[in-house]
């Protein structure tokens, strides 16, 4: 397939754009391939590219059940971020932050990655500390993290509630200037046409419903497009680990099934420049602004297990008042688009990118609230778990047997009480 580039912008443009070629391929599925990627999200797609890229195994299907983006990788508010505290997250998250960096140009894609920031804003002395905790570690590992006073955050983002008496008095806040946000549309895409130009076959409408093995090792999958064979078989299904892994038999996962939701107002001129967010013991929140002008936010997952891709009344109410709280004149603009995501959060709150028990089997799942931010590391690190049979040194400590060994990271995980995050 031809670059996209500024001249071939002109050249289409000029002729009507009648003669762009499809995106990626729409092949048949072929009888057997070297690896079978489950899971077209963003994860699955990225996988499948730095298989090819990286590792040059580019016999390699994506198998999706539905369209491509069409579970979480489409439906998150794509904040990025690198700023994590446990060891096991802060190298991953880092290093997908820094492929975020040169995606664009990667690819031959424009994600529209935007480094505008993410603001940590605190209320009480007790968050200023726990998230001096976080930022003084992050910059010991060569993070970048600042700390901004009241007055620097006013600066920064005006249309915050300053008042003295307001119900969540802002003391300050801390900043992530290379964080920000991507346009989640464009990362499934960009990445399903890198890969698919490097010869992988991206088969949609193709459910797996079971799993093939012989003599105890994965030989391939039952589709609703029928057998195909495969020695390596990684799943990347987030909301739906725990129903495929039930039938590969890894049995019970520490992974619960939840939801979350996004809101989307109706577009409004700029009016906030960067991604402001708050947490610990004064609700959960967090916005942005779209370039298409609609402010778009979410706070908490909806607390009950469920496969339903659309949210509750009460966490709805909730978000509104966790936006009052800190930005009193949202409350003047309609809300025009909301939806769920069926979450894979994991009881710790960190992922897995791993082996399984089951030999040519491998797991990427666990990722809660934050696997946008982790897709093109998550599939780096994947595709070399898969290519090696062994993780790499970023991803060694997100195993799946890590809680039968009681080394849990547990970054914001609330043990077995998800719906306490
Ligand atoms: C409302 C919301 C807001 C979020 N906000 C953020 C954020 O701001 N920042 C951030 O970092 N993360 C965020 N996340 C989390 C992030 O979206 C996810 O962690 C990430 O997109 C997971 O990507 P994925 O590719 O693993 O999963 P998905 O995109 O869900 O892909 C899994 C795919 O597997 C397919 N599948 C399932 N079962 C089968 C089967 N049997 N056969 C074939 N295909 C199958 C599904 O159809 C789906 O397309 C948010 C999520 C939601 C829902």
Redesign the pocket.
Known sequence: MKRYSAFSIIKNGLAGHKHWERAWRDPKPKKAYDVII?????????TAYYLAKNHGITNVAV???????????????????SNYFREGNTAFYEHSLKLWEGLSQDLNYNVMFSQRGHLNLYFTPAQRDALARRYNTMRLNGIDGDWLTRDQVRKMVPHLNYAEDARYEIMGGYLQKRAG?AR?DAV?WGFARAASNLGVDIIQQ????DFITKAGRIVG?N?TKGEIRAEKVGM?????TS??AH?AGLGNLPIESH????FVSEPLKPFLDTVVVYANGHGHF?ISQSDKGGMVF?GNIDGYNSYAQKGNLPIYTDVASCAMNIMPALGRIKVLRQ??????MSMDGSPFISKTKIPGLYL??G?????????PG?GWCFAHTIAHDAPHEINKLLTLDRFEAGIHIDESGHGPFPKAH
Do not use: P
């Open positions: 489950i899971g077209g999200g963003g994860h699955g797609l990225a198998l999706e059940k539905g369209w491509l983006g069409g579970g979480n990788a489409g439906r998150n508010t794509t904040i990025v971020r946000t989640h499934n193709c459910e797996v419903t999958v589709t990347a299904v987030a909301g739906s129903l495929l039938k939801k979350l939701q996004a967090y979410g939806w769920a995501g069926i979450m894979d990427n799942a990722w809660c609230y934050g696997g946008f931010k982790a897709t998550s």
